[in-house]
């Protein structure tokens, strides 16, 4: 007599072995988008506040005075022109993603107009800093404006992109099967 099938268990271990960063990985069938959103939240506003910190206190500070050639309230790391400018391309796109994710996650919430009002103030406000401390010989600004649009023009391409793909994948297999 054949004995009955085992049961399948709930969640069969997908490898061999255990590994403490796939313990973490987001699981579809036991959160909740919303517990993910607010953790999305939380992780995008402690990025936001870091590195808007950052920018409007740069490390090293500022200089205090106007000697030995430097002028005061310009960054004192500024004089390393190469990591300055690393650092500046760095925190702009990460304070810049962070904001676009807060947008995203909050799209339809209550007191959306809000939010939107006191993200595009913390730009305009971490633009104004870093401009301020940031000598103008030692950074070209069109890459910072262009690396703070980066995440935006990104997105809105991807979104074209799925919105035609079908669209393209059509027209290429019309050409493909065409008796050209």
Request: overall charge positive; aromatic content about 14%.
């Amino acid at each position: 007599m054949a004995s009955p099938p085992e049961k399948p268990t709930a969640n069969p271990p997908k490898k061999s072995g255990w590994s403490w960063f796939t313990s973490f990985e987001y699981d579809k069938e036991n959160v909740k988008p919303s517990d993910a959103r607010n953790v999305l939240l939380v992780v995008a506003a402690l990025i936001t506040a870091v590195t808007f910190q950052a920018g409007v206190n740069p490390p090293g500070g500022v200089w205090q005075d106007n000697d030995n050639g430097h002028t005061a309230g310009r960054a004192i790391y500024a004089n390393h022109k190469a990591p300055f400018y690393v650092f500046l391309i760095s925190n702009t796109l990460a304070l810049s993603s962070s904001i676009f994710i807060i947008v995203l996650l909050t799209h339809r919430f209550p007191f959306h107009f809000e939010v939107m009002v006191a993200t595009l103030s913390m730009i305009v406000t971490y633009g104004s800093a870093v401009f301020a401390v940031t000598p103008k010989e030692s950074v070209k600004f069109r890459y910072i404006l262009f690396t703070a649009a980066l995440p935006y023009v990104l997105r809105f391409l991807f979104q074209l992109f799925q919105k035609y793909k079908h669209n393209v994948n059509f027209r290429c297999t019309q050409v493909l099967n065409s008796d050209c």
